[in-house]
Nanobody
Framework: QVQLVESGGGLVQPGGSLRLSCAASGSGFSRNTMGWYRQAPEKQRELVAR???????NYADSVKGRFTISRDNAKNTVYLQMNSLKPEDTAVYYC???????????WGQGTLVTVSS
């Protein structure tokens, strides 16, 4: 069973930066596709960025050029570097791990990011 623990959220001014971390327990991290999702108040959860086991990445259009996802398999950790933050980036950010086989779809508890002056 995989457990995911996010950290790094907080309050930041517009234009500022934050780095989120997601530490995974259990084995097989390097085989997982890891993703960051976010959910703003009264909105659906949406994909922010994803990185495969082969380090291929994809991003939501709204964060391209501002956010960077990366992973450190030696530390079982995935990161989300967020730059040039905007108020519309305010949301709870969730870490996700997926694998086709054996089947895996795990979520962290979320970390709140608030962008406000």
């Amino acid at each position: 069973q995989v457990q995911l623990v996010e950290s790094g959220g907080g309050l930041v001014q517009p234009g500022g930066s934050l780095r989120l971390s997601c530490a995974a327990s259990g084995s097989g991290f390097s085989r997982n596709t890891m993703g960051w999702y976010r959910q703003a108040p009264e909105k659906q959860r949406e994909l922010v960025a994803r990185i495969t086991s082969g380090h291929n990445t994809n991003y939501a259009d709204s964060v391209k050029g501002r956010f960077t996802i990366s992973r450190d398999n030696a530390k079982n950790t995935v990161y989300l570097q967020m730059n040039s933050l905007k108020p519309e980036d305010t949301a709870v950010y969730y870490c996700n791990a997926v694998q086709i086989w054996p089947p895996l779809d795990a979520w962290g508890q979320g970390t709140l990011v608030t962008v406000s002056s």
